[in-house]
């Protein structure tokens, strides 16, 4: 071979990539939305219908930019598009498999050549310097960049007259064509990746939501669905879910409290205190115009200790003074009065804390300001509101359940006897 071929050594790598599926519902194609790693944002894949497999790449081409153009019209998609091409240019290589046997060429040996020299072949693995490199072989860049250097390629021959070497052009030829690209499959279906994000002051769900307004308008009466994967599908799977893990939370604060202080009722009125916190935390993002991403709802869960911890502190008092025998107002007073110092202590203190996740800059800054601006927020709506009303809810509290014992003992107080009627003997 008069074609010298360079090992490449390097570090093995991994990619992922998102594409458009064909739907097999049997409703016709169907649109997929998947995140594409390298290209950093959202990816949305578009599927094609199950003829596709048969190459009506370009009605799937039209459909896609179809969509696309529905798409952009919505304010909540920011910047999308789609690298699917139906004419990007191939050079397509034809093997006489005829010829080659004739000539005693294995095919399985042009087929080698052509990955070993104008692709890259591997070939082991080595050790060097505590790290693991990888050995492929290819071609010199002047060997493979013209469809006429397969004619430098040679190939062993081996028939009757013994064995020969044979330039690689006397059994491949070439052609420049035209055809889609790049074409990836998702779940085993042909797909075209279309890439995009939300639009500013807009929320990855919202973005969503107009996709499939889209795709009800434009995919839906050609036979095509709409569906989901990667970082999209997680998020529409587990979309409600935060509100599950945040009850789930209330109900845990509850359980505890409620084995702690062996009453129903005190720890209602612990998380009595919680809403405002989240009334302060929304505020906040609203003000700032901060989406209701997964940072913000890891705030939103911290909040519910954050909250409980504050009424504790008032609730614990008062619970005791009141058991002591001073009257539930009395000590709601007293409670409140005397523990209104720590809390503002300790509160301000975490809120400090946390002011530098609120005024954060540089790389990562955007998920620091979501949950850092919920809990500033939120800790001070809880510091200065709650502390207000959670004396008062203790109170209704208190004659609520006092008026439904009293109630309840009135329902068990005996009958008096009624004389009989025959009087005595």
């Known amino acids: ?17 998102s594409g458009i599926r ?27 219908d199950p003829g596709s497999r048969r190459g009506d790449f370009k009605r799937f081409s039209a459909v896609a930019q179809e969509f696309i153009a529905k798409a952009k019209q919505d304010p909540a998609v920011g910047a999308i598009g789609t690298g699917f091409r139906v004419s990007s ?11 080659a046997k004739a000539l005693g060429v294995p095919i399985s040996e042009v087929f080698d050549t052509l990955q070993a020299y104008f692709g890259n072949l591997y070939i082991n693995d080595f050790v060097k310097f505590g790290r693991v490199y990888r050995v492929q072989t290819e071609a010199e860049a002047q060997y493979r960049s013209r469809p ?4 430098k390629i040679y190939v062993r021959a081996q028939n009757e007259q013994g064995t020969s070497m044979i330039p690689l052009d006397a059994v491949v ?17 042909n797909a075209a990746s279309v890439l995009g994000g939300a639009a500013p002051g807009y929320s990855s769900g919202q973005a969503l939501d107009a996709l499939e307004r889209a795709a009800e308008e434009v995919l839906v009466p050609k036979g095509y669905a709409l569906d989901w994967s990667g970082i999209s599908y997680q998020e529409r799977k587990v979309g409600t879910q935060s509100v599950q893990a945040f009850a789930f939370g209330l109900l845990m604060v509850f359980l505890v409290l409620a084995a702690q202080y062996e009453s129903w009722s005190i720890p209602l009125v612990v998380n009595l205190a919680v809403p405002f916190g989240i009334f302060g935390a929304l505020a906040a993002v609203w003000i700032r115009g901060i989406t209701n991403d997964i940072f913000f709802q890891i705030g939103l869960v911290t909040l519910i200790g954050l909250s409980a911890k504050n009424a504790i502190l008032i609730v614990e008092f008062v619970n005791k003074r009141y058991q002591a025998g001073l009257p539930v107002v009395d000590a709601a007073l007293e409670g409140a009065t005397l523990r209104f110092r720590p809390i503002i202590m300790t509160s301000m203190a975490f ?23 919920g809990v500033f927020g939120g800790m001070l709506a809880e510091t200065f509101l709650a502390i207000f009303f959670t004396p008062v809810f203790f109170v209704l509290n208190r004659k609520l359940a006092d008026l439904l014992a009293r109630q309840r003992t009135q329902g068990k107080s005996p009958v008096p006897a009624q ?4 009087g005595g003997p």
């Open 351 to 373: 809120i400090m804390g946390v002011t530098p996740l609120v005024l954060a800059t540089g790389a990562g800054a955007a998920g620091r300001h979501s949950i850092g601006t």
């Open 89 to 99: 240019p191939r050079l397509s290589l034809h093997v006489n498999r005829e010829r």
């Open 22 to 48: 064909e739907d097999p519902r049997g409703a016709g194609p169907g649109l997929q939305r998947a995140l594409d790693p390298r290209a950093g944002g959202n990816g949305w894949v578009l599927g094609a």
């Open 148 to 151: 006429e250097d397969i004619a």
């Open 419 to 422: 004389p009989s009627a025959g």
């Open 1 to 17: 071979m008069n074609a010298p071929a360079r090992t490449n050594t390097s570090r093995p790598s991994s990619g992922t990539h």
């Open 173 to 189: 030829t070439t052609e420049f064509t035209s055809g889609p690209d790049p074409v990836t499959h998702f779940n085993g279906y």
